[in-house]
């Protein structure tokens, strides 16, 4: 059964730094997301990405966030400048249609020290 | 903007019993999907069972079943004949339904921890 993957699936940077989150959807999907997961918290939405642009994005992702399809099997989310609160687990989720079911990849556990 | 509440941060079941998730949601729009995510401690997101707001029936997936209550806007999980692998966190989602426009992101209530005793 096809499934999203993620890498890596732990990154540990400094403060400051910059990461690249990388996802690889289910091939036939056209919908793509990216959640994040603070420990203990709720599952937040960042960005929905179609037709190689963003379609929404919500409060988190501020100027430090940026997304990109590179390649017809890569999604990735960038971070520029990474912040202690950017610690968490980022999901890509993928859908075959605007409304179809999101399919969530294993997540990958970011902290920032 | 759409809410979901889930009002029951854990919950603990007997394996082979029977147990019931609560979530509610507020929303203006008619069309609709809610959602049941299974997270366990791999914290990978698992999809468990998915209703659309316009069939009546309420959807099954073998030992998982909802009870969507559209006008009180309620959405439950009954998981039955528990087993020790539905030890989980498990999330209610909603998101909007119909064609046209951009947001299609899922809403995620806070989640339940279910805890499942041998």
């Known amino acids: 059964e096809p499934e999203v993957t993620q890498t890596p699936s732990h990154q540990v940077t400094q403060m400051g730094q910059e990461v690249i989150l990388r996802c690889v959807p289910i091939s036939n999907h056209l919908y793509f997301y990216w959640y994040r997961q603070i420990l203990g918290q709720k599952v937040e939405f960042l960005v929905s990405f179609y037709n190689n642009e963003i379609s929404e994005k919500s409060e988190i992702f501020d100027d430090q966030f940026s997304v990109e399809r590179p390649d017809g099997s890569n999604f990735t989310l960038k971070i520029r400048s990474t912040k202690l609160e950017d610690s968490a687990m980022y999901f890509c989720?993928?859908?075959?249609?605007?409304?179809?079911?999101?399919?969530f990849g294993p997540g990958t556990r970011l902290t920032v020290l | 903007a759409q809410t979901v509440t889930q009002s029951q941060p854990e919950m603990s079941v007997q394996e082979a019993e029977t147990v019931t998730l609560s979530c509610t949601y507020d929303?203006?729009?008619?069309?609709?999907?809610l959602f049941w995510y299974k997270q366990p401690p791999s914290r990978q997101m698992i999809l468990v069972i998915r209703q659309e707001a316009y069939k009546q029936q309420n959807a099954t997936e073998n030992r998982f079943s909802v009870n969507f209550q559209k006008a009180a806007k309620s959405f439950s999980l009954k998981i039955s004949d528990s087993q020790l692998g539905d030890a989980a966190m498990y999330f209610c989602a909603y998101r909007r339904g119909g064609s046209g426009g951009s947001n299609y992101k899922l809403t995620f209530g806070k989640g339940t921890l279910l805890t499942v005793n041998p």
């Open positions: 929303t203006s729009e008619s069309d609709y999907y």
């Open positions: 989720a993928s859908g075959a249609s605007a409304t179809d079911t999101q399919y």
